[in-house]
């Protein structure tokens, strides 16, 4: 019954700042009004959210678990890399662009969101996206795709950075079509990925100091 109790007040609370934020913004919506509008007194809604930011992430967590399982269980191995990295992005742009006003909050509050009772499983949350594009590389090096000479993971990040930029500058619009975002993002991710191809063919020392600098731990370790 406890267990019962909390769970229907974290989703009262889930609810209330989900309307709240999409119908009054973030920093219009207080957690005074949070709380009102959940019928919980404000010292409970504290007990589940630190701020309100930690709010825009309790209403966002589950989902985004679940988008990014979806997104990226159901990329197909056959097609080239770019292909399955925009299968998966896709996703989250019409996700997001199904509410643009909330999905603005997610992406602006959450970008340095780094303290907070949630804030630890924001930061897991990224870094299991960033692992899932890992294995995209990985498996796209496998199969002699991509140079096998790049960390996969910081070759991960490096695109997870990119998709980061590509969706705020697209969901910033007017009005964001999520089409129109994933053709940009694919023009993106062509020229980079390109970029590492060519990189490749490069010969004397220009090619040894590339492959040093993608290879070198202290570069991995600077971003995990």
Known sequence: MRERNR????????????KLFTERGFDRATTRA???????GLGTLFNYAEDKRDLVFLVFIEELDRLTDRAFGAIDPRLAPIDQLLAAFGFFYREFGAN???????????????HGKLAGDFQRSRRRTVGFIARVVARAQHDKRLRADVDPHLTALSIFFLYSGAVRWWIARERPVA????????????LHLSGLELAAVRAGHSGRATRRIVQSPRMRSAFR
């Open 179 to 190: 089409s129109v975002g994933i053709a940009g993002l694919r023009k993106l991710l062509a």
């Open 34 to 40: 949070i709380a009102r509008r959940a019928n919980v």
């Open 100 to 114: 643009p006003t909330l999905s603005r909050i997610l992406l602006r509050e959450l970008t340095f969101y780094s």
């Open 7 to 18: 769970l229907d007040k974290l989703e009262r609370i889930r609810a209330a700042a989900r």
